[in-house]
């Protein structure tokens, strides 16, 4: 897409994930996807074709944000979240989100540990279950083959582990 990077923002809710991504964004002086998801859904009582409007958005919100980076790209999640999102709430998972994961190929995944306290929201509800919610995610993607940076510690720990990652992909070809 351009040749942007293309970063993504991965791991389990209330992590730090959007905070991240529009820091690191206006730290990069460039743009950011925000988590699509929350601008569409106001609770967790959503239907299968909500889950596939997400999808769609997302990939959208991909496209139209590669075209105005500059150099790189920070997304806040990707289609495997929204898979194994819709996989917990709705026990489904759309194909088409299967294929909207293969419509975007990203640079660099970093996974948000667990490390960091839950914070409730109005619309998270998976405190109970983080440590099974990241291991979902981390399994997905160990079967993906995909790697990935673990970001753990205090904000600036986490930000240190991120830009360093960063500056090494801006310096490849």
């Known amino acids: 897409m351009n040749n942007v990077k293309i970063v993504c923002f991965y791991g389990p809710e209330s992590t730090g994930k959007s905070v991240m991504a529009a820091h690191m964004a ?23 074709e909500d889950i596939v ?18 150099k790189i790209l920070f997304c806040d999640t990707d289609a495997i979240t929204t898979q194994l999102y819709s996989r917990h709430y709705l ?13 975007v190929k990203y640079d660099l995944y970093f ?6 306290p ?41 930000e240190r582990i991120i830009t360093e990652a960063v500056d090494r992909l801006l310096q490849q070809p």
């Open 53 to 70: 409007r997400i999808g769609h958005a997302h990939y959208e919100r991909i496209r139209q944000k590669s075209r105005l980076a500059n």
């Open 118 to 158: 839950w914070v409730e929201d109005g619309l998270r509800d998976l405190g109970h279950v983080r440590q099974q919610m990241f291991d979902a995610f981390k399994v997905a993607l160990d079967q993906r083959k995909i790697s990935y940076i673990l970001v753990k510690g205090n904000w600036e720990q986490r």
């Open 26 to 48: 206006q730290k990069y002086h460039t743009e950011f996807v925000p988590e699509v998801a929350r601008e569409m859904i106001v609770t967790n009582d959503f239907t299968t």
């Open 111 to 116: 996974l948000f540990d667990i490390d960091v």
């Open 91 to 103: 026990n489904e998972v759309p194909d088409v989100l299967y294929t909207l994961e293969k419509q």
